[in-house]
């Protein structure tokens, strides 16, 4: 079993910076999973925003515009999520995932998932 735990998210100016953070805990290794960030928008659906996979490749949906930087620290056993240059347009709830499988850009293909941490953008 895995459970993942999400902080860091607030009210933010456009243009203003957060950091995520995502603690991992299980009987195995966080390295053994692929991971991803995803967000979801009132009303919208739940989208990819970056994934790592368990040879810490990494990619960035195409809207990030690199604007964000995802990172894993296994030692710690935590995933980060560095958002900088937000706009309005990136208000959601942003969510952390994992799975044992390969790394995806479909929500479908995580079993395990965090409860979410709420990023606010005014203009």
């Known amino acids: 079993q895995v459970l993942l735990v999400e902080s860091g998210g607030g009210s933010v100016q456009a243009g203003g910076s957060l950091r995520l953070s995502c603690r991992f805990s299980g009987s195995e290794e966080i390295s053994s999973f692929s991971m991803a960030w995803f967000r979801q928008a009132p009303g919208k659906e739940r989208e990819a925003v970056a994934i790592?996979?368990?040879?810490?490749?990494?990619a960035y949906a195409a809207f990030v515009k690199g604007r964000f930087t995802i990172s894993k620290d296994n030692a710690k056993a935590t995933l980060y999520l560095q958002l900088n240059s937000l706009k309005p347009e990136d208000t959601a709830t942003y969510f952390c995932a994992a799975d044992s499988g390969p790394v995806s850009w479909s929500r479908d293909r995580y079993t395990y998932w965090g409860q979410g941490t709420q990023v606010t953008v005014s203009s």
């Open positions: 790592v996979d368990q040879n810490a490749k990494i």
